[in-house]
Nanobody, 124 residues
Framework: QVQLVESGGGLVQAGGSLRLSCEGS????????MAWFRQAPGKEREFVLG????????VYADSVKGRYTISRDNAKNTVYLQMNSLKPEDTAVYYC?????????????????WGKGTLVTVSS
């Protein structure tokens, strides 16, 4: 079955960087737009960034513009999230998600597949 597996989470000090990876299996990766969401304790899961199936187009939430970058390598079935200048409020479980390229919006209800998430903790 389809799997999305995130890795790279951990504990980092404020101002530091982390790089998350998400590898997909059992799906035609190049036919899917990919996204990262996050869910902080006690909060709703929120969209962070998205990238088109070719990687030519990206979308960012205002809260991470200039600090986070999304990229993908379709040959490796992998999408990446580079996080710089991390803040304590970035602490959350980060989820990778896939949406068929003909699908609708970047809303969480539009995603077809989800990973199980990886925890990022930013200490002050």
């Amino acid at each position: 079955q389809v799997q999305l597996v995130e890795s790279g989470g951990g504990l980092v000090q404020a101002g530091g960087s982390l790089r998350l990876s998400c590898e997909g299996s059992a799906l035609p990766f190049g036919n899917y737009n990919m996204a990262w969401f996050r869910q902080a304790p006690g909060k709703e899961r929120e969209f962070v960034l998205g990238i088109s199936r070719s990687g030519s187009s990206t979308v960012y939430a205002d809260s991470v513009k200039g600090r986070y970058t999304i990229s993908r390598d379709n040959a490796k079935n992998t999408v990446y999230l580079q996080m710089n200048s991390l803040k304590p409020e970035d602490t959350a479980v980060y989820y990778c998600a896939a949406r068929f390229w003909l699908g609708g919006s970047w809303e969480k209800g539009a995603m077809n597949y989800w990973g199980k998430g990886t925890l990022v903790t930013v200490s002050s």
